[in-house]
């Protein structure tokens, strides 16, 4: 039987089916969050790449367990585009560059230069092009379902977890990455030809580091300035 809401829309059951789910021991799960927790940290930021190919089929797993992301109303606002073509990513290198350059003459500021020292970043990206694939994340703004407009919820929210589950995955298949922003990312929506709602969301190159590559020495906050345990 249907059910209704408060402004009486028509509204149909939902179909249930039976939850996947193993409950482990104690030490069972302890022993698996322990050992991911130290996985997850060993990812380093790189931007220094290697331009050896990635094996066949890695970057589609790890996309699909970037598909498998909640979503506000699982309307799933995300595309990812990955990039192979050299000319391409040429270009994008190019865009990026023109991009950065202004960034770093004087759109960041005084305060944001002092902040982005320590990582010793500049204009230049060679990375855009050493990395063998590039995967650009774009939000879909709203949907477009037969050029109609639906609504979508919590977008950055839920693209934002998606990535989190990307970089995660990449990084577990023995991936490196680097989560780059040269903003503003709209060349990247004109360069890959994206529709109208679609924004540009991240740019995140992906391979193997190059030999002797350095990541800034960098630390964490403690556990006791991140966590408000009561
Ligand atoms: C949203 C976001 C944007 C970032 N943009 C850039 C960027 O444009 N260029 C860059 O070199 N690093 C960028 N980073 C990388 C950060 O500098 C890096 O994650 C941080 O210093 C921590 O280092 P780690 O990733 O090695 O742990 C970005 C990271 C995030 C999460």
Redesign the pocket.
Known sequence: MGFQTLYSVPMTDPILVPLRFERRDGEEMLAAASAFRQELEA???V?SFSTDPIPEGVIEECLRAAGSAPSGANLQPWSFVVVSEPSLKRRIREAAEVEERENYEWRMGEAWLRDLEA?G?DENKPFLEDAPVLIVVFRQAYGLDDEEKRKHYYVMESVGIATGFLLAALHKAGLAT?????SPMGFLEGILERSENERAY?LIPVGYPADGCK??D?TRKPYEDFVDER
């Not at 680097?178 to 040269?182: A, E, F, G």
């Open positions: 990812r380093r930021s931007r990582f970043t680097l989560t780059h922003t040269p991240l990541v800034p960098i």
